[in-house]
């Protein structure tokens, strides 16, 4: 029986519950040596490394794709091209900003919010690709991901992060839940707009900037009491 891919994109957001656990790890033995600004470096590398920085490249491919007035043709074979431009790096650069902007400034349920936030980002995947159209009908890296629709009862994951997030919170989640939202319906709102379509580097993108709005906003708990 040949190997159904997507059967497993409704397990994205377990997997990134599995690697914000080991985020987790990480953060409390990198905290018995250094300060928090260090530690935030180094959960930044940890996450880089875990995904072997396949969702930064997604993200710099995407930016360089996008950006300006360009026909879906030309957007889709700039993000094609293995290199990477100037808006790119700028993309790549900011993100890793923000996330360390918002981990360095993350106290109150830190751990928590460190288990939680690469699931919801990774969680963002289940949205874009009921959302929108795969970009690359004739192959690509995540065609197989798009062979069949994603039905309502595949979101449970989503809904097992929100009970969680609840459940380790409280009322507070709601921040987490509202920004993850935002985040998505803002991401694909855009694509929408640009080309109407969505292509694996896209997915990454999305994850990034899922990653880095979240632990940015949730930092904001800290000021807000």
Known sequence: RPFNASATVPFAPMCGLLIGALLVAVDAAASLMWDRPAVAVI?????????????LDGLADTADGLYGRRTPEQALAIMKDSRIGAIGMVAVTCCLAVKWAGLNSLHLYRFELLLLVPAFARASVLLGIRSLPYGRPQG??????FQHPLRLIDFW???????????CMGSRAVLLIGGFGC???????????K???????????????????????VAAMNHTG
């Open 43 to 55: 959960d930044i590398l940890i996450l880089a490394v875990i995904s072997g920085a396949l969702h």
């Open 157 to 167: 994951g989503i809904a097992v992060l929100s009970g969680l997030a609840f459940i």
């Open 140 to 145: 690509g890296t995540a065609h197989a991901f």
């Open 183 to 193: 985040l998505s319906i803002l991401c694909i709102y855009y694509y929408r707009r």
């Open 195 to 217: 080309i109407n379509c969505i292509t694996g580097d896209m997915l990454g993108g999305m994850i990034e900037i899922q990653e880095a709005g979240l632990f940015l906003i």
